[in-house]
Each structure stands twice: as structure tokens, then as C-alpha cells.
């Protein structure tokens, strides 16, 4: 932690390392076990399975209590850079009382799906559904998995990274905007044509 | 259920839906919610988002790390600054760049500012909602002000894209320590005026109290962060926890309430403001002279009047600004403690002028996804009532 944003002499930069050293002894064994930029631990799973009973471990376990959930998130694996798998999927935990973070990361095969955490942490509902929107990773046993920003008619997935960024997709069912007596005509060939 | 318009068992309908916004001016940006009411009171909540959705998370990756900061302006566009600090910040963590002494005092004061202009919307807001008008001139009168200081500061208001990685684009005007002062002065008194006119108020205890109320371990569970969790009597204020840049050395408090309703959460964002503006003076005083850039070459923008007169200085500018600067392999979870809560950046690099994944986590995403839940037993002014008081921003909440 000797980086800029990190105040000097922060009590959660020793709270956070002695928090690695017990993580490497208790939970590491078997599994990767990582340090980003920020010298937080990055935790990887074997498997999507594992990462939803790790999640639970980590909130129960009495000298972790990594009880808030920050966020959950993915990430393509196109380039084969962190492993076979297509997908790394994101854990970021915190806790609330010994304020320490901690990310898990699971790779996730394209026909794979990963497990919910929605019984662990109702926050987990709109997350897994963003992931499931921009990636197309299902998760088991979850309640309501729907699309969450695109619209429900929309293909693909906008975060993988075969996904041209300006591709469009207009749904036929749009009304059409009024344009005036004499509109000109919009010429959706060559607009077709651009991308 | 009966066709017949007479039927008595229509009327009496407990299936009504109701749907709220996208475009309604009690919602604040495009947000919808389908409400199933029995009479009035709601019995079911569905939330639609991505009215907004820009693709902001995408561009990230298409864009290099220099020409995203635009962007992230338009994350909160309520606090436009704090979110290009956050961002600039996460970036120089993944190269390992430390930011001068000057340039983390002036970027507090930057996120301070910001929170106050975020918290005068909100209360602000809030209150209009609930028809009392006063508070909304009041009060946007110091938003003004404070958005002419940022004016000077960067010559934008809005979207102001002052943060640069690894400084910021502009040094503080001349008389900025004077202007800061005179605010910090005069702002208080008007968050006194707004405090007579609202804390005692019938109107506003009837219309805020035990409405909206999300209970400590449901905004623990939900994952809200920021003033509505303090509200909900959950002590986490990243500031303190986790701090960045020189917040160890200020001097300040942590607003916690207690029960979690929009009463509670319009008292946290009034007390924080005021801690705002003790913060802001402690900055002011405390703001130390000294280079405002790093001297690092990878990111340091070089002069303008270098860049017109030394052809290296010149072509320096133009790798930085055509081919961006190199970032390396790595990752890096940032938050810092934005108006609305936990803001986040989380950059995957993979080497190279663009990033490889730029995971925004927004606060409003999660509010919105817990006042689903705990919309649901209230009445439908109750409603309005309390997605003020949550302060969400369609920007930030779409992407």
C-alpha cells in the first residue's frame, strides 16, 4: 500500500495485512491467492460452486465477518490471460466492523452456470441480473433472472468483448417520431452500412 | 373479475397498478416504478431501470484511460467532481503514482465541495417534492455559489472534468481562499434558516417520519452505503475507515442516525454539509504551497507554452493525448466515499492505453434496488417522499 490515494499510517493498512496473513493460512490452501495494486487479496475459487460456499464462509466466519457485499461484477476472459475458462466472475467483499476488503474471483465457462448468492444477500438480486445482462452468465436459484438495463427484446451481451461497440439494434415497435408536414427521409441503409 | 362497469368488485380492485415516471417530475431522472396499490397503500413494487443506460461501462474499454474522465462526469452529474477524482484516483493506483501534497488538499476540497452541492440537491429537492417550496430557493442559491466557485476552479459547472491522472487540469484561481471562506461563513447560515424551517415543522415531521424506514440489518443486507446506511444507525464512513489522500489529518464527525426514515436521513445530509463546511475551512487554512503535478513523465501534461515552443515538449503532448498513457498490467478496487455513498472503480488492465474492464459500482444502483423493497407497505405520496430522500441519480444508476 505505498500508493497515493491510501492516507500514510491508515489503521486499516495493518488491520488489512494481518487480514492477508490470516486468509493465506485459513482459506489459501489449494487456491490462488493474489494481491492487487491496493494490496488487497484476490481470492480465486476453482469453481463457481466453491465461490458461492466461500462467500458464506467469509460472512460467518468469526474473524473474517465480511458482511457487506460491495459488489459483484465480471469480466471477460477472451484472451485466456487469467485462465481456460471465458468468464472471471467478481466477488467484492467488505467487512463492516474490521473494515477489510476482500474480492473473490471464480472462472466461469460460457455454458457454465454460476450459483446465485441471492439467499445470502438480497443485494445480490440486481447485480447478478446486470451480470447476466452484460455477460449472459445464468446463476442458478435465482429469483427473478431477467435483463436489468438493456431492454428484454435485446440479443447479446454488450460486455463481451465480440460485441462492436456501435452496434444497434432498434426495435420495430418504436413509434415513430412526428418529423413535420415535409420530413426528410432518413436514410437507415447507410446508417445500416456504417458499422 | 367482473366486465361490468357497475360492479362493485372493481372498485373495490385490490389489483390497481400505478405506474410511476419514467418521465414524471416527482421522479428524479428516468426511473420507473409499477406499483400494485390496494386503495392507496402499496402492496407490490416493480423497479425498471436503464432508461439512462449509455454504455459508459463499454466505452471504458474503448476508450483510452485519459478520454474516459469525460464520462465520468456524467456517472452523478450532481457531483461531477468527486466522481473524477475517484477515477483519476483509481487509475494513478493501478500505476503507482502518488499525487502531490497541494493536489490531494485541492481535490478534498473538490470532493467536499461536491458532497454539499449533492446533499443541497437532495434536502432541496426532497423538500419541493413535499410542496415546500422556500427551502428549494434557499438553499439552491448555495448551490449556485458553490457552483461559480467550481466555475472558477475549472471553468465548467456541471461537467466539469477537472481531475487529470496524475494532477488536476487547473490550478486554484487567485482569490479562491477568500471565496471558500465567505462560503463556508455564509453557508451555514442558510442551512440554519432551512433548519427552522423544516426539523420542528408538523408538516415536514408528519410527512417524514417512519416513512420510508429501511431497518440496519436491511440496509446492511441491500448493500446501501453512503448518508442513507449512517441513517439507518450504521457507523461506516469511508472517510474514517478506509481513508484516502489527507482526511487522517482533518478534523471531523460522522453523522449516524438512528431509525432509517426520511426524517432521519434528511437530518444526516444537513449535519454532514455542516461537517463539510468544517472540513472546508480546516483545507483552507492547511493548504500548502508546492507543485500541483507529478513529475512523473508517464502522465505529466506537459505546458502549454512548453508545447508551443519545444518540439520534444510537442511531441510528448502527443503521445500522451493520441496514443494515452500506458497503464500496467494489474487491477485495483477504488472507493472513495461519494455523496450518495460507496463509489467505486473497478479498472482490470491488461497493459495499455485502454483499460480491459472499468466496472463503475454506483451507490444509486443499490438504493434503487432497496427502495424497491422498502417502498412496499407505504402510500404513494410516501413514495415520492422517500425516493427523494435516497437521492438517486439516473446517471449513476444506468451507466
Known sequence: MRTSSVAPGAAFVSRQESFNTRLKEKFAQGRKLEFDKLAEPVLW???????????????????????????????????????????????????????????????????????????????ANWLEREVFDMFGIKFKNHPNLRRILMDERFTGHPLRKEYPIKQREPFKDNIQFHLGANPLRVDTETAQSEK | ????????????????????????????????????????????????????????????????????????????????????????????????????????????????????????????????????????????????????????????????????????????PDNFTERLWKFCEEFPRALDEVEGLLTSNRIWIDRTKNVGTISKEDALKFSITGPCLRASGVDHDLRRDRPYYVYPELDFDVVVGSNGDVYDRYLVRLEEMRQSVRILKQCNKKLPQGPLWVSDKRVHIPEKLEVYSKMEVLIHHFKIFMEGIDVPKGE????????????????????????????????????????????????????????????IIAGELDR
Open chain 1, 45 to 123: 475459487v476453482r469453481n463457481a460452486e466453491e465461490a458461492k460456499t466461500l462467500v458464506k464462509a467469509m460472512t460467518l466466519d468469526p474473524e473474517f465477518k465480511c458482511d457487506f457485499l460491495s459488489d459483484i461484477t465480471a469480466y471477460d476472459n477472451q484472451d485466456g490471460e487469467d485462465g481456460e475458462q471465458r468468464f472471471v466472475l467478481v466477488y467484492q467483499l467488505y467487512s463492516t466492523t474490521e473494515k477489510i476488503r476482500l474480492r473473490i474471483k471464480a472462472l466461469v465457462a460460457e455454458s457454465e452456470d454460476a450459483y446465485s448468492i441471492t439467499d445470502l444477500f438480497p443485494a
Open chain 2, 1 to 172: 373479475m367482473s366486465q361490468n362497469p357497475n360492479s362493485q368488485t372493481d372498485f373495490y380492485n385490490p389489483n390497481v397498478l400505478i405506474n410511476l415516471g419514467p418521465s414524471h417530475p416527482a421522479m428524479h431522472g428516468t426511473l420507473r416504478v409499477m406499483c400494485r396499490v390496494n386503495g392507496e397503500t402499496i402492496e407490490d413494487a416493480n423497479c425498471e431501470i436503464g432508461y439512462l443506460h449509455r454504455a459508459i461501462e463499454k466505452l471504458g474499454e474503448d476508450k483510452t484511460y485519459h478520454q474516459w474522465m469525460v464520462y465520468t462526469d456524467r456517472l452523478n452529474y450532481c457531483s461531477a467532481l468527486n466522481n473524477n477524482i475517484a477515477y483519476a484516483m483509481s487509475v494513478e493506483n493501478l500505476m503507482g503514482i502518488s499525487v502531490t501534497e497541494r493536489c490531494m488538499w485541492i481535490r478534498v476540497i473538490c470532493m467536499e465541495l461536491s458532497r454539499i452541492i449533492d446533499h443541497i440537491i437532495c434536502v432541496a429537492i426532497n423538500a419541493l417534492d413535499l410542496g415546500a417550496m422556500t427551502v428549494f430557493w434557499l438553499l439552491y442559491h448555495w448551490r449556485e455559489e458553490a457552483y461559480t466557485m467550481i466555475e472558477s476552479m475549472c471553468g465548467m459547472r456541471l461537467t466539469t472534468t477537472y481531475a487529470r491522472i496524475g494532477g488536476m487540469s487547473y490550478d486554484l
Open chain 2, 332 to 391: 485495483a478496487f477504488t472507493c472513495v466515499e461519494g455523496p450518495n455513498g460507496e463509489l467505486g472503480f473497478y479498472v482490470v488492465s491488461r497493459g495499455g492505453p485502454k483499460a480491459w474492464r472499468m466496472r463503475v459500482k454506483s451507490p444509486s444502483f443499490m438504493l434503487f434496488q432497496a427502495f424497491e423493497q422498502s417502498v412496499k407497505g407505504g402510500k404513494i405520496p410516501d413514495a415520492v417522499a422517500h425516493l427523494g430522500s435516497v437521492n
